[in-house]
């Protein structure tokens, strides 16, 4: 199931609205880095940083994705 989940996301047919799918999943790449760089520059520990990012950004997914209409 997920190998053709897979699949069928990269040939752009598993969701109704592909470009709404990549404009969101950007949203959250960008809130992430936005926000290890931020938490770098303020002297927290890159490992740190990283890993507060990380979680964080993991957060948003669903909020973002939860319009999201599956073909």
């Given amino acids: 199931m997920a190998k ?3 699949i069928l996301f ?3 047919k598993l969701f109704a ?3 709404k799918v ?3 999943a950007a949203i959250g790449a ?3 880095a936005a926000l290890l760089v931020i938490l770098a520059k303020l002297g927290v520990p890159v490992i740190a ?3 507060v ?4 950004g ?3 997914q669903p909020y973002l994705f939860k319009d999201l209409r599956y073909r």
């Fill in 4 to 6: 053709s989940s897979i």
């Fill in 10 to 12: 990269l040939k752009g």
């Fill in 17 to 19: 609205e592909p470009a």
């Fill in 22 to 24: 990549y404009r969101q």
């Fill in 30 to 32: 960008l809130t992430t």
């Fill in 49 to 51: 940083a990283a890993a």
């Fill in 53 to 56: 990012a990380g979680l964080v």
């Fill in 58 to 60: 993991g957060a948003v």
